[in-house]
Each structure stands twice: as structure tokens, then as C-alpha cells.
């Protein structure tokens, strides 16, 4: 027993299955936009709180590398 296929009904399978590619294609071109929107945010957020820090100019500690703790 085989199952039998319509055509029309698998017409309607590949346009439900193209919509559902296109919808989720812009939800994840929404996302990606939020997040690209969040990390300039947090970026300017720390730049705004720390300013630029300079390195220490004597002692061994901080005198290579900046590190905010």
C-alpha cells in the first residue's frame, strides 16, 4: 500500500515549507541586528564607566597589559 501525493497538496507543502524559511530568515536577521545594537551599547556602557586606562609607569604589576577588575 503506498500512500498517494496529491500534487496540489504537495505544491502547498513547499510554499508553507518556503514561508516558514522566510520568516525564520528574518527573525534572524532581527536578532542579529539586536545583538549587534547590544554589544555597541555594552561597548560605549564600559567605555563610559572606565575611560581609558593608562599603564602603570613603575612597580611589575600593570605595566603591560590594562585590565579593569
Same mark, same amino acid.
Given at each position: 500500500?503506498?500512500?498517494? #501525493?496529491?500534487?496540489?497538496? !504537495? #505544491? ?18 532581527? !536578532? ?20 581609558? !586606562? ?13 585590565? !579593569?577588575?
Amino acid at each position: 500500500m503506498g500512500m498517494a #501525493v496529491s500534487p496540489a497538496g !504537495l #505544491v502547498d507543502r513547499v510554499v508553507q515549507a518556503q514561508q516558514a524559511q522566510t520568516r525564520q530568515d528574518a527573525h534572524i536577521r532581527v !536578532l542579529a541586528k539586536a545583538m549587534d545594537m547590544q554589544e555597541s551599547d555594552a561597548s560605549a556602557l564600559l567605555n563610559a564607566v572606565a575611560g581609558p !586606562l593608562p599603564l602603570a609607569t613603575e612597580g611589575t604589576v600593570g605595566t603591560r597589559v590594562n585590565a !579593569l577588575v
